[in-house]
């Protein structure tokens, strides 16, 4: 199994830290431990590549051909969230969705919270609420922040991907939709492709002229050497050939 590990950082995603229950009766020193446990708590996700073990034909989109029977492998989200203790429980849920889902230090692994899905057809906004599991301030609310996971872009199986793998419409994992037709999406491709096809040559053309230039600059610049280096092998060329001929009239 095959993962990637991809990090993002939270602060970005931080909606807000909200104070702890005026009516709380934690002390001053729980209040700010508490607040401190539920600022380190983050969130990650890995993307793992598995074979199905399911042999079937897949379909090249950009030849609408099958290849032969291979083995069809799929990939899957883990959500992650880290650094949960006995002090605080979360509370986690998915946007637009009903559901919400409790954990405490007792549900997790060494205080990470794992969420798998194998559904990378949507991209999902995580929110995540942590609250107090002390009992002096047991269910006071100290930080809410959300968590954007991606979904699999199609799109991104597209043979010229390859040649133009920095392009948005051609990433693998997106956050950001795209709502583009396969027209528009094979226009736009084409376009980018030409477009990083002029730059390599204006990039290369620019690369030979420097170096011409270089040389010109060179001799320019060392134009005198230059020129005594030339008259000396001249020179003796030359006098290597009068030399030549007297010894061979000599014979």
Avoid: H, W
């Avoid at 100290?142 to 979904?151: I, K, N, Q």
């Avoid at 939709?177 to 990083?196: A, C, H």
């Amino acid at each position: 199994m095959k993962k990637k590990v991809f990090f993002a950082t939270l602060a970005s995603l931080l909606i807000g830290i909200q104070s702890v229950n005026a009516a709380s009766t934690c002390s001053y020193s729980e209040q700010i431990e508490l607040n401190q446990i539920a600022a380190t708590v983050k969130a990650n996700y890995e993307i793992e590549t598995y074979g199905t073990g399911i042999f079937g034909d897949l379909e090249n989109p950009d030849e609408g051909e099958n290849n032969n029977s291979i083995e069809i492998y799929a990939d899957a989200i883990i959500m992650n969230v880290l650094n949960i203790t006995e002090d605080i429980y979360v509370e986690i849920k998915i946007a637009n969705y009903k559901d919400v889902m409790t954990f405490y230090y007792s549900d997790t692994k060494n205080g990470v919270i794992e969420l798998g899905d194998e559904f990378l057809t949507k991209i999902k906004t995580y929110i995540i609420t942590i609250y107090s599991n002390n009992s002096n301030c047991l269910g006071d609310k100290l930080r809410t922040f959300e968590f954007v996971t991606p979904r699999f872009n199609e799109y991104s199986e597209y043979g010229v991907c390859e040649l133009i793998p920095d392009f948005y419409y051609c990433q693998k994992y997106i956050v950001t939709d795209i709502n583009i037709s396969e027209d528009e999406f094979v226009r736009l491709s084409n376009q980018k492709l030409e477009e990083q096809t002029k730059t390599e040559e204006g990039n290369k053309k620019n690369e030979n002229e420097g170096i011409l230039d270089n040389i010109f600059n060179f001799i320019s610049d060392n134009k005198y050497i230059i020129l005594i280096v030339v008259i000396v092998i001249i020179g003796g060329t030359t006098t290597a050939i009068i030399l030549k001929n007297r010894r061979s009239k000599e014979l």
